[in-house]
């Protein structure tokens, strides 16, 4: 989202028809037997011959300088077969590449898998070893010895950003100051976003509300650790099984770390056990290459729970303050925020996307958006799901609430009255195509769950959210066999379980068969041309674009076999339901072909056919949601019931409804366990307090509601099918939903993330003794 | 590091196994016996994906010795489907999109046939505590309840 789309990207136009499987539900789905049974194959459950077991030594402090690593005795232990520390890594410059949502300096990346001159984060790889089994390699890990000098360390936003903080790293001087500035600093980058001119417009305001907030990291909390297998043989082929959400970007990753050539390196993705955006980043990867290169060997690496928790993920904590004021009658003339966001040991939050996202939901004329990177000494921030968002949306959403409720105006109607839509400008940049805002707060307006009464302590919120979809470098090969059914190879790894059998439909949709004969596989890298992550809700949406290139490509050729066939010329014929036909009756009275008559005959009539796609796929397709949410809460212990919770979202064009819901649900309710529960925890001495689901808790089934879905379909329409990106915009907002319906509830406003018990208990007790509510 | 012989039944069939004295079940399950379809999400028992069942107790096999299920019955996701015959709960998994990344199903799976065998009309509320073991980030729960709903309807009329 760094740069604006390329003029040599591929757009199809929306083309409004008639659809037989897009929008239906097949029984087709390639995965699901396989993950019913046991047989799907997730990165830990791959093995190689004569492997070892590598694992990783991590550091017990913040930040601290490594002053030696004595690894001679690890060395001497029968079993162990190689060690691997930062000598064995080059060092490499500053040099920025797109990683999913957010963006890698190469510089950095190699400091995050293995650190060189300083440890900064609890958790933090110094050390891998790989040896003959998991126990010798533990017992490895035991007799390195790693000498450190312990350094002071900030763990929070807003001491990380004052001027005597213990720095993280010495030459960081601020970007985005003019002139630069003469000392280092934490804050890597200041970034600042304009429209219009703030000052007059909350002169022109009656009511101006200002608010601060706080947030904690949460994680992506998928189940699968992470684990990849790497098999580096004689003169470098390399081979490596991994969790990814983006192979290819893996191996450019890889081969760059390692300094290896491109080709050399081949990566499949495995079956994916949940990623959010989590598995966007190479953790092991590098390190297990590393070692099967040391011990010619295969090296297998999993990690544990305690390393996902303390050096995967997370994502930013946040300090924001959000300005907004509006007239008497309701409209918004003016919005101002600061964004302060964590972006833990290395440079590089979502702050850049999290700003695009501030206030994008409202046609607004005065608007400033300020935001500060800043490095601290945690893990590195990884995306997670509409990275960035949600943290300022909690915020935004919340002054919206109040204003309404100054205003005395509903909140959904206060929303309407300001809401973005087609031509509204942004902030950022670009002006809105059509978008579903107005649909989605429409929806909600005649929602049953609106009609439902509210008991004691019971309390309605509102929230809304907004997000794009990337398109990017996005690669297909469809073959048909030579039976008639489709074989596709795609580049885009199906992190959601629903998206192979998406593309199929499309694909069925354009050939004019059954879904049943297409099967859609994700290849390997040397597969297909370079294909970018599966993030910013790009899977489907790009996904599809390609396929229906290629599809539409293989469709030519079967025209030309038709054509060869009836001894006329390809442009006399035309493909139909699933049939060449003759394209008028002046071209002759030829019996349809279809796809299986025109495969068995294709050896005599020109050859195999097959279709390809590379393209650039066009971004955009924003999607936005409106959100519902009735809560009881419980006075004596702070405890938070969700009693019912409503979303709808504009998707443009629901391919595979079903999964569309499940896409709403699941977000829906990993936006209510980071709203409700989830943090990260530091020690005093800076370490992580809850690296496990038992103190980091995730929400459990008896946690939540039934989540109620609708799909509303605005199409995109710069996609053939109208297709929006879906994944990401359900968690945006039920923080703010919660707060919103929390305060309804109790009359309480919370500003400080999570919402959690203790909190709750602690905000309702001030109240009752302050006797007011600011 | 010296192994324990052990020799157990797992889905039906008598199997022998060495193991170390530190490998829990699921290591045993995974790593010397490949039976790769119970999970591993954390380790500690708190995230349900390696569930399997021990003489018929439901449990985390991740938290159970190796070297302790001498002589003793384990079941597994593996041992759930008569050949092509899928279980009614894995077919309605299917059926209700009960699954996305798939990572915790098979646990998911497990736990919900021990449920049924001792509810076979559970609420669902029943169902909501009785998986409260087993995390999935993927759906939110839903469609895994109604899955459970579903699968437990038909059992109850075959």
Same mark, same amino acid.
């Given at each position: 989202m760094a740069a604006g789309p390329s003029p040599y990207s591929t757009s199809f136009a929306y083309e409004d028809k008639k659809l037989k499987v897009v929008g239906t539900k097949p029984?087709?789905?390639?995965?699901a037997v396989d993950k019913v049974t046991g047989r799907a194959r997730y990165a830990a459950d791959y093995n190689l011959p004569d492997q070892l077991v590598g694992k990783v030594l991590r550091s017990p402090h913040a930040h601290a300088r490594i002053l030696s690593i004595d690894t001679s005795a690890a060395d001497a232990l029968?079993?162990?077969?190689a060690i691997v520390t930062w000598e064995d890594f080059p060092d490499m410059p500053v040099e920025h590449a797109a990683s999913g949502e957010l963006m890698i300096n190469y510089r950095d990346t190699t400091r995050n898998m293995m650190a060189r001159e300083?440890?900064?984060?609890?958790?933090?790889?110094?050390a891998a070893v790989a040896a003959v089994s998991e126990s010798v390699a533990k017992r490895g890990l035991k007799l390195i010895k790693v000498e450190y000098e312990v350094l002071p360390h900030v763990i929070d936003v807003e001491a990380a950003m004052r001027s005597d903080a213990p720095l993280l790293h010495e030459d960081q001087f601020t970007k985005?100051?003019?002139?630069?500035?003469e000392k280092p600093s934490n804050i890597a980058t200041r970034l600042e976003s304009k429209l219009g001119d703030v000052d007059a417009g909350f002169e022109e305001a009656d009511v101006v509300i200002e608010r601060e907030f706080r947030t904690k990291p949460v994680h992506q909390g998928y189940i699968e650790p992470q684990a990849s297998i790497a098999n580096y043989t004689d003169g470098g082929q390399t081979e490596v099984w991994t969790s990814t959400q983006g192979h290819f970007v893996f191996r450019a990753q890889i081969a760059k770390l390692l300094q290896m050539?491109?080709?050399k390196v081949v990566v499949t993705a495995a079956e994916?056990?949940?990623?959010?955006?989590?598995?966007n980043n190479v953790y092991l990867e590098p390190l297990a290459v590393a070692l099967s290169r040391k011990s010619r060997r295969p090296v297998k690496m999993v990690m544990t729970r305690d390393e996902v928790f303390r050096a995967t993920g997370p994502t930013s904590g946040t300090h924001t303050k959000v300005k907004i004021g509006a007239t008497?009658?309701?409209?918004?003339t003016a919005a101002q925020a600061e964004l302060n966001y964590q972006s833990g040991a290395f440079a590089g939050s979502s702050l850049p996307l999290a700003t695009i996202t501030v206030f994008t939901r409202y046609d607004i004329e005065n608007v400033l958006v300020t935001g500060h990177d800043v490095t601290c000494n945690r893990p590195k921030v990884a995306a997670y799901r509409?990275?960035?968002a949600p943290m300022i949306a909690f915020g935004v959403e919340s002054v919206i609430d109040e204003l309404a409720e100054r205003l005395k105006i509903d909140p959904l109607s206060f929303r309407l009255k300001n809401a973005a839509k087609e031509g509204t400008q942004t902030h950022f940049g670009p002006r809105l195509g059509p978008v579903g805002y107005v649909e989605t707060l429409e929806r909600a307006q005649a929602h049953p769950h609106m009609l439902e009464k509210l008991g004691p302590n019971q309390g309605r919120g509102i929230a809304t959210g907004f997000w794009f979809t990337l398109g990017k470098e996005t690669s297909a090969t469809l073959n048909v066999g030579e039976d008639g059914s489709v074989s596709v190879i795609v580049g885009t790894v199906d992190v959601t379980g629903g998206g192979r059998s998406a593309l199929a439909m499309v694909i069925a949709e354009e050939l004019g068969?059954?879904?049943?004969k297409v099967r859609v596989k994700s290849g390997d890298t040397?597969?297909?041309?370079f294909n970018f992550m599966?993030?910013?809700?790009?899977?489907?949406a790009a996904g599809s674009m390609a396929v229906v290139k290629a599809s539409r490509d293989a469709i030519e050729r079967l025209c030309e076999i038709a054509a060869r066939k009836w001894e006329?010329?390809?442009?006399?014929v035309v493909w139909e339901d699933g049939h060449a036909r003759p394209a008028s009756a002046n071209v002759g009275d030829f019996e349809p072909l279809s796809i299986s008559d025109l495969a068995r005959q294709a050896g005599l009539f020109g050859g195999t056919i097959a279709g390809h796609a590379e393209i650039d796929a066009a971004m955009g397709g924003p999607g936005f949601g409106t959100h519902i949410v009735d809560v009881e809460v419980d006075?004596?212990?702070?405890a938070v019931k969700v009693l019912r919770y409503t979303l709808i979202q504009d998707?443009?064009?629901?391919?595979y409804p079903s999964f569309v819901e499940g896409q709403f649900q699941g977000g829906a309710v990993q936006g209510i366990g980071m709203a409700l529960n989830e943090e990260y925890i530091y020690s005093e001495?800076?370490?992580?307090?809850?690296?496990?689901f038992l103190d980091y808790r995730v929400p459990v089934a008896s946690d939540v509601p039934f989540i109620n879905t609708e799909i509303v379909e605005v199409p995109n329409p710069a996609h053939p099918y109208g297709i929006r990106g879906i994944?990401?915009?359900?968690?945006?907002?039920p923080i703010a939903a919660l707060s919103n319906a929390i305060y309804h509830a109790t009359g309480v406003r919370l500003r400080?993330?999570?919402?959690?018990p203790p909190k709750v208990l602690k905000a309702i007790d001030e109240s009752e003794h302050a006797g007011i509510e600011d | 590091m010296q192994k324990y012989h052990v020799t157990a039944t797992i889905n039906g069939d008598e199997v022998d196994f060495l193991c170390e004295p530190t490998q829990s079940l699921l290591d045993v399950l995974r790593d010397?016996?490949?039976?790769?379809?119970?999970?591993?999400?954390?380790?500690?028992?708190? +995230? &349900?994906?390696?569930s399997v069942t021990l003489d018929g107790t439901l449990v985390c096999?991740?938290?159970?010795?190796?070297?302790?299920?001498?002589g003793k019955s384990i079941e597994t996701?593996?041992?759930?489907?008569?050949g092509d015959d899928l279980h009614p709960l894995q077919q309605k998994f299917i059926d209700h999109i009960?699954?996305? +990344? &798939?990572?915790c199903t098979p646990g998911l799976l497990v736990a919900s046939k021990k449920l049924l065998e001792r509810n076979p009309d559970p609420s669902e509320e029943e169902i909501r505590y009785w998986l409260a073991g087993n995390l999935c980030?993927?759906?939110?729960?839903q469609k895994i309840v109604e899955a459970v709903v579903d699968a437990a309807a038909e059992m109850r009329n075959s």
């Open positions: 029984l087709e789905r390639p995965d029968p079993g162990v077969k300083k440890v900064l984060y609890d958790g933090h790889p110094v985005g100051i003019d002139p630069k500035p050539d491109i080709s994916l056990g949940g990623g959010f955006g989590g598995k008497k009658d309701g409209r918004i509409a990275p960035g068969i059954s879904v049943d040397s597969a297909l041309g599966t993030a910013g809700s790009r899977g489907t006329v010329e390809p442009d006399q006075r004596q212990t702070g998707a443009g064009k629901a391919v001495k800076g370490t992580l307090e809850n690296p496990g994944g990401e915009v359900p968690i945006i907002p400080d993330h999570p919402l959690s | 010397e016996l490949h039976l790769t379809g119970t999970k591993e999400g954390c380790a500690t028992g708190d +995230c &349900g994906a390696c096999s991740c938290l159970v010795l190796g070297a302790e299920v001498g996701i593996e041992g759930m489907a008569e009960a699954l996305q +990344c &798939g990572i980030r993927c759906t939110g729960y």
